[in-house]
């Protein structure tokens, strides 16, 4: 049933994943008589939940302090199957929250949203879909995730390939790797989360012929260690989730984990690494995040800890050569988001299994057949899994073609000719009052935006949509139908966001988390896109904002009168 209609809506959310479901569920219970609608290019709830559903894709944030906190009810009646739950477990998740509050009935699936136009008179934005059809709002609530936009890699001959290939977030409904690998010869390029999740689960179906990994960069991984919940541990989960999400509150990434508040060299040898074998065997992001606080700023520290690991890697790879080739040396462990694997390294151990290093021989070309590295050798394949990342953060909103007020795009390539007006995010480098607010984007308010806090994504959108919704409230109550961020608010805080970032080792690395993209033209320069400073002081700059009345935003009403 369309939705799209004469009057505007009140508030159009586009995206319904994890950010758009729950900010459709708030902003019902908070405003019930307003007209408010999602757009939502899949077929279903779930965002990343309901795209990633390649082999093995699985949550690596403890199940329990990742799902929403906010219905108590269904936390009561929700039975997880694993510590770390699969995609479809989380993806069902999502949607029991939609049937049980009634959410589809304001969905629109299967809407691609183009453009996007600011209406500078009628205080208003039109989004336009891929089929050319409308819609209106007062206010828009962005909840376009951060990993949406999946990239192929920039390597010749990519539409010469034969066989079947597909992105991993793109993974076909109908292929399932126990059925149709069968006595085929698979090829999966990247070895990020996905590409070791996808690979792990690909080398465990024994009857293939044959898994190739063609990695270009080593990447460090650690041991997840999930483990199925019992009926009792369940009964326990019930009993400790006001705890957990209590503690996701007091550390400074909404984890369950946090920085040991020692440095490496305040202990011995012996109790340093007594202390990271504890890690070790644990389960989760503890020993990324729950490790000593220099790891991710001292090089000497961080270097102790990779070469520890390293040695954890060479245990498990049989063979000396591909343990090396799997070993970073380009950056130091967790200097780059930290994937938890579940059999990743003793997979290379299988007869079947083998590494390509692309730093070694890159690839040349993809072939009808296969894929030519550099030293002339053509490895055949009958499948090509392209593990290759996302246009990530500002690929996201750059997929919409945005007319901001003056016509202003929000992004645009660094090579463009200057003859359009000045984009808001020159070379993707993102600027915002506090990760939600957009300057020359009025009544525009970010949900799990580029600058909001690094960490548990669940526990950010919660509290951010509260914010939103406070501030929605606000203007509400005064009739202001017009808001936007001074420049002086984008400024301070988006330099705020980079001086947090200083003496970071992640700043010194490319990836995602660093804006770097190779695939895509222009991602080239790094940035800083998340904010590092701690969730605590996020809230009590969001609180703060609150108080002061919303003093770093600028309110109008219809009838253009200006509230400064
Ligand atoms: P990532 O982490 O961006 O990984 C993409 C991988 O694909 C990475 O290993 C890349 O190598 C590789 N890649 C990309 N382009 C190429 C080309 N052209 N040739 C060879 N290899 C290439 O994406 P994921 O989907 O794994 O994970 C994204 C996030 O989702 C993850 O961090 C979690 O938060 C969930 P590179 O490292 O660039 O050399």
Known sequence: MPLQSDTPYDVLIIGAGLSGVYSLYEIRRRFPSWRVCVLEAGTDVGGVWYWNRYPGCQIDTESLSYCYSFDK?????????????????????????????????????????????????????????????????????????????????????IHDFQGQAFHTSRWPKNVDIHRDFKDKRIGVIGTGATGIQSSTAISKVDDIKSLTVFQRTANWAAPLRNTKVSPEEMEKIKKNYDEVFQKCTETPSGFWHQADPRNTNDV????????????????????????????????????????????????????????????????????????????????????????????????????????????????????LVYATGFDAITGSFNAIDFHAKDDRPLIAPSSSSGKSPPPIWPDHRPSTFLGIHVPA?????????????FGNATRSIERT????????????????????????????????????????????????????????????????????????EYKRQCDANKASGYKDLIFAKQDGSRVV
Request: some cysteine.
């Open 73 to 157: 009810e269904l936390l009561e009646e929700w039975q997880w199957k694993d510590t770390f739950a699969f995609q479809p477990d989380t993806h069902q998740f999502i949607q029991r929250v939609a049937e049980k509050h009634d959410l589809y009935k304001y969905i629109q699936f299967g809407t691609r949203v183009k453009s996007a136009h600011w209406n500078e008179h009628a205080h208003t934005w039109t989004f336009v879909d891929e089929r050319g059809e409308q819609y209106e709002t007062k206010f828009f609530m962005s909840c376009v995730g951060f990993l949406s936009n999946p990239t192929l890699p920039a390597v010749p001959g």
């Open 268 to 383: 011995t040898k012996e109790e340093r690494i007594a202390f990271w074998e504890k890690l070790y065997a644990e389960s989760g992001f503890g020993k990324w995040l729950g490790v000593f606080k220099d790891t991710y700023t001292n090089r000497e520290a961080n270097k102790l800890y990779s070469d520890w690991i390293a040695s954890k890697i060479r245990e498990q790879v049989h063979d000396p050569q591909t343990a090396e080739s799997l070993i970073p040396k380009d950056h130091g462990f967790g200097t780059r988001r930290v994937p938890l694997e579940s059999g990743y390294f003793q997979a290379f151990n299988k007869p079947h299994v083998n590494l390509v290093d692309l730093k070694k021989t890159p690839i040349e070309r993809i072939t009808s057949n296969g894929i030519l590295t550099s030293d002339g050798k053509l490895h055949e394949l009958d499948i």
């Open 441 to 453: 984007l009025p009544n525009t308010f970010l949900v799990l935006g580029p600058h909001q806090p």
């Open 465 to 536: 949509v509260g914010v939103i919704a406070d501030l929605l409230q606000f203007c509400n109550e005064k009739g202001y139908t017009y808001v936007e961020p001074t420049t002086e608010a984008v400024e301070a805080w988006t330099q705020h966001v980079v001086d947090c970032s200083k003496g970071s080792l992640v700043n010194e690395v490319d990836s995602w988390m660093t804006g770097i993209n190779a695939n895509v033209e222009g991602k080239t320069v790094r940035t800083v896109a998340r904010y590092t400073g701690s969730v605590q």
